[in-house]
Structure formats: structure tokens, C-alpha cells
């Protein structure tokens, strides 16, 4: 058994490396989407509402599939790469609405003091809105990160050689596929557990901060 933990804590650092960069991309691209939904432009918002609809229709695995094999003829990306880029786009998508949600979840009464106390448009957003509405976004965003965690595991069907490609290549050598999976599923909760404490965590410290 220490031998199958061995050998899949080895693609214990590509499954991290998967999750984190596909968050990241997500955070950042889900800023400009958010801003999109929420503006004055219908035509901001039909672009932001179309790719918000299509990245979350369309399942992580095919987007992969997209990526690696169908544009394939046109440039030619590593695995990793592959997988990281299609995560992170689905990732977008889904922290764009979390952030227009916490934005639309400030108080009008917010934008109208601020207007009294003689703040401009863009010094109201940023300075004030935008803080509130993150951290609002902050709770769903991390419980979303434990859905990332275990979305990365079809990067296997890609050969990027994360925890799930690991698990295979154990049962592909002969050896029995139960212990070998349900040890690879003990280690994604073993890096689950921590990522569902901290958005608990974050969880009650926002709500405490909001009740004071």
C-alpha cells in the first residue's frame, strides 16, 4: 500500500499545479466578464452573458479535448498546458458570476454616500463596491476551488500525469484497480479537507464581519 501512495503522490504536485493555475486564470479573466455582465452596454453584456453560458455548457473534459486534439493543426500545446488553459477558461466563467454577485450584493445606499462625499464613479467601484463585493465572492470562490481540485483529475484523458493518470498507469501494469483508485480518491480528499476548512473558514469570518 505505501508503494501505491508513493507512486501517486508523485502526480501529487501536477494535480496541484492544474488546480491552483486554472484558479488563478479564472480570478483574474472572471474580473473583466464580471465588469461586462454588469454594464451599462447591452452589447458588453450579451458578450459576457454568451461566454459565461458557453464556458459553463460545455463540460472541462471536452474543453480539453479541444485544446489538445482539435486545435492540434493550428498549435500544437504541452498537456499541462492544455489543461491548465481549458480549466481556467470553465474557471472564468464561474468566478465572473460570483464577483457580479457580490457586487450587485452592496446596498444602493453604498454608491449614493459615496456620491454625498464627492467620490467619482470609478473611485466609488473600486474604493468602496469592489471590496465589499469580493468579499462576498470569497466563500463560494473557495468551495468552487474544491470543485477545480477534483475537475482536474480528467486531465488523465489528456496524458498529463496527474494523480488519476497515475491511478491508471498502476492497474494498466497488472495491479488491482480497487486499491489503487480508492487510494487516489483517500488523496484528493487529503487535499480537499484543507480547502474545505479554509472556506469555512473564511466563510464565518465574513459573515461575523458583516453582523459587526
Known amino acids: 500500500m505505501s508503494e501505491i501512495f508513493g507512486f501517486l503522490f508523485t502526480g501529487l504536485v501536477t494535480t496541484v499545479v492544474i488546480t491552483l493555475s486554472a484558479f488563478l486564470v479564472g480570478a483574474i479573466l472572471g474580473v473583466p466578464i464580471a465588469l461586462a455582465r454588469l454594464s451599462k452596454f447591452a452589447v458588453l453584456r450579451w458578450l459576457g452573458t454568451t461566454y459565461v453560458e458557453i464556458a459553463r455548457g460545455i463540460p472541462p473534459i471536452a474543453w480539453m479535448l479541444i485544446f489538445y486534439f482539435g486545435l492540434s493543426r493550428f498549435v500544437q500545446m504541452p498537456p499541462l498546458l492544455a489543461a491548465c488553459v481549458a ?16 457586487i450587485r450584493s452592496v446596498a444602493k445606499g453604498q ?13 466609488t467601484f473600486w474604493r468602496i463596491i469592489a471590496p465589499q463585493g469580493v468579499g462576498v465572492a470569497l466563500p463560494p470562490s473557495a468551495t468552487f476551488l474544491i470543485g477545480l481540485l477534483k475537475d482536474s483529475a480528467v486531465a488523465s484523458v489528456i496524458g498529463v500525469a496527474d494523480i488519476a493518470f497515475q491511478a491508471l498507469v498502476l492497474t494498466q501494469q497488472g495491479n488491482p484497480g480497487l486499491p489503487i483508485f480508492l487510494s487516489a480518491g483517500l488523496v484528493y480528499l487529503l487535499l480537499g479537507i484543507p480547502l474545505a476548512i479554509l472556506a469555512r473558514t473564511v466563510e464565518q469570518a465574513i459573515r461575523s464581519r458583516i453582523a459587526v
Open 87 to 102: 480549466l481556467g477558461i470553465v474557471a472564468a466563467a464561474y468566478m465572473a458570476e460570483y464577483y457580479r454577485a457580490g
Open 111 to 123: 454608491w449614493e454616500a459615496a456620491q454625498a462625499l464627492g467620490l467619482g464613479g470609478n473611485d
